[in-house]
């Protein structure tokens, strides 16, 4: 029953199945609009007040290019201080991040960037700079443009910089946009961990071939 080939089956579902499963964090300053930008993606709504004093984890099931994809999001409370954790073990919890600032809050702005940094940071030390970790920022409150205090290209110079996607958007008014980049950063996390498996097997199969060669390659020398 422990045969290599049912091993590898078994590792191949395991792969599988974790690949359906999409973990996003909403990240970004105390009333930046995080749960109405996802309220608004979850139920096509906006909800002016949304009573939020913890944190919250969302399920969902979605459908994208033919797969069935077990969705969780998780926006945390920024009171509680628990969204750190968040950062400080990547690794074990999400797999693309969308920043929210508002348009016309520049603290907010500042404090996208901030926690962008911390993530590229936290994922450097944890994947030794593997790969980029998908990340959208988000420009909120686009109807507040009158008064705007982030200008649209600075933020997608940052983006730019950070290798992130970028989208100004309004919870309050608009829900396509708000759709389009879920969708969006849902597929490059869906290719994210693709290249993430493919890369494990990879360099399994790497680390037998070195394994093998220094055995006879030892034995070449010795002759
Ligand atoms: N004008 C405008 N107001 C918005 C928009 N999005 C959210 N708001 C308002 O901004 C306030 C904060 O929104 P939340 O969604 O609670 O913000 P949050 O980032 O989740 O805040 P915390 O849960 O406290 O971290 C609420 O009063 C919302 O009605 C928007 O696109 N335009």
């Known amino acids: 029953s422990c045969s290599p080939a049912s091993r590898d089956r078994t590792a191949d579902s395991l792969d599988t199945a974790s690949m359906n499963d999409i973990k996003l964090a909403l990240l970004g300053s105390e009333g930046a609009g995080k749960s109405a930008v996802l309220v608004r993606f979850l139920t096509k709504r906006f909800i002016g007040e949304y009573a939020s004093n913890a944190n919250s984890l969302y399920r969902k099931r979605i459908s994208i290019d033919g797969r069935q994809l077990n969705l969780e999001v998780f926006d945390p409370c920024s009171q509680s201080g628990e969204s750190r954790c968040i950062l400080e073990e990547p690794q074990e919890w999400a797999d693309g991040f969308i920043v929210v600032y508002n348009i016309s809050d520049r603290t907010s702005f500042l404090n996208a960037k901030n926690i962008v940094r911390q993530i590229k940071e936290a994922r450097i030390e944890n994947c030794k700079g593997e790969v980029e970790v998908p990340i959208y920022l988000v420009g909120n409150k686009q109807d507040l443009c009158h008064a705007r205090q982030v200008c649209e290209d600075e933020a997608r110079s940052l983006a730019l910089e950070n290798k992130c996607c970028f989208q100004e958007v309004s919870a309050a008014e608009n829900y396509q946009e708000i759709f389009n980049l879920f969708i969006k ?39």
């Open 185 to 223: 950063l849902i597929r490059n996390v869906m290719d994210h961990l693709k290249y993430r498996a493919d890369r494990r097997r990879y360099s399994g199969s790497k680390s037998m071939a070195k394994l093998i060669n220094n055995v006879f390659g030892k034995r070449r020398k010795s002759v």
